[in-house]
Each structure stands twice: as C-alpha cells, then as structure tokens.
C-alpha cells in the first residue's frame, strides 16, 4: 500500500486544533488515496497527525473529499516536515525524469518556461524532494527549493511519500495515550442571570455554543492540584489575571 502526506489550509488547521475530532476532510483530495492507506497530516510545515484513509461520504460540494481518520495526532508537539520526500511528483503538470520545481527542471525540461536545465539529475531541494511525473503539487509554493518555504502546498491534493521517511515522521509523532496517562480536569464558568435553574443552563450551553473556545476560556487543572490552574483560550495558555496584567 502506498504511503502520502496532505496539507491543509492555515484557517482550517486553527480550527481543527480546537477539537478532539475523530475524522478531518480535506477538501477534493479524493481519488488517488485508496481507503485503509496512511496519510501524514501536514500544517504549518508542520506534520501534525498520522491519519487513515476512509471511504468519502460524498458530502463535499463536489462529492471528491478525503476523509482521514486520526491515528496519532501531535498537535501540541509537532514534528518538522523538513526531508519530508515524496515520489512520482512534478510541478506545474510538468513530466520529467527526475524533478520539476518552480525555475528547475530535469532531462532537458524547463518547468514554468525559467531557470536552468540540470541534464539528467534532480534539481537540488530542501523540504521536499520529488521524482517522476505525476501530478500532485502545486507550482512554487508546492516545493520547498533552496532558501526555504513550504513542503507542501495547501490544497494541492495528497502527495505519495517515500516509505523510510514516512516511518521516520510517523514514529515521531509518538504513541496515543494509554496507561498512566494523566487525568485533567476541566471547567468552564459563566455568570448567568435567569429565573430558573433550567433556564440558567438552556442559556450556559447557548452561550458555549455561540462562543466556543474562540471568546470562552477553559479552565484545567491536574486532577487533585487545583493550584496548578491554567486557563486555555484558542487552544493556547491564556491569563486571565488582571493584576498581573497591570504589573507587566
């Protein structure tokens, strides 16, 4: 079974952090993942998730989106997709045998009509490093080339990775909690005026709702060590303490 990476969009990544979901779609990624194939997830040049494949539901606008089921997520420790590889991959539609970045290209082909023809060789890059001629990546941002940039572009579809470096990447994300694994507590506080208990809590879950851990802070703390209260805002550590506020 063939092995990919896919990323996703910045302003979907901060809302995909906030939650605990069981699957994530991106958008008309259907296709060239076949169902039970692993995929890294990729945000932020970041990889943030071991995830696999499902069968698409058909609820995107088009019916074409990839379904992923998290694996492992790393979403606050994640790994670096530098010398993340990927093969059979060309820019810009570009066929070579060998590598077709924005202003390089392989065999004699120019990609994108700049730059020079390396004559048998792959163009050197960083991030990402591509063969072959299949289409995948989009042009430029799709490959990160000498002096930086993203390993792989936004929406530009799941790219086929090579094995040894999936594992590595994939072993990096460490193992989902099991045994021993700490207990939390988590509260959420609003000041509500209403004329009954019941409607104090109709208006508490409208409020969550409504406001989500976008506006309300969540409050969390090891079980049994209230003291060791954080208060989390946009998934981030967040302090809720005017007087210190003032001080600083």
Known sequence: MAVWAVTIPAEQWATERLFHNET????????RVAPDEQVLLVADD???ALTRATKTDG??????DLVLTYVRRAFDDPVPADGLTASGVAASGVAASGVAASGVAASGVAASG???????EPAPVTGLTATGGEPGLADGSALAAAGGGPVLAAGGGPVEVEP?????????????????????LVSLALPIEAATPADAVRQFWTHVVELGPRELPAYVWP???ELAMQAFVLGEEANQDPEEDDED
Request: charged residues 15%; aromatic residues 4%.
């Open 59 to 64: 609820a995107g606008v088009h019916g074409d």
């Open 223 to 225: 079980s049994g060590d």
């Open 114 to 120: 700049r730059g020079p023809v390396l004559d048998g």
């Open 46 to 48: 970041h990889v943030v």
């Open 24 to 31: 994530v779609t991106v958008a008309g990624a259907v296709g």
């Open 164 to 184: 040894q470096v999936f594992r590595r990447l994939a072993a990096a994300l460490g193992a989902e909690p099991g045994p021993g694994t700490p207990t939390w």
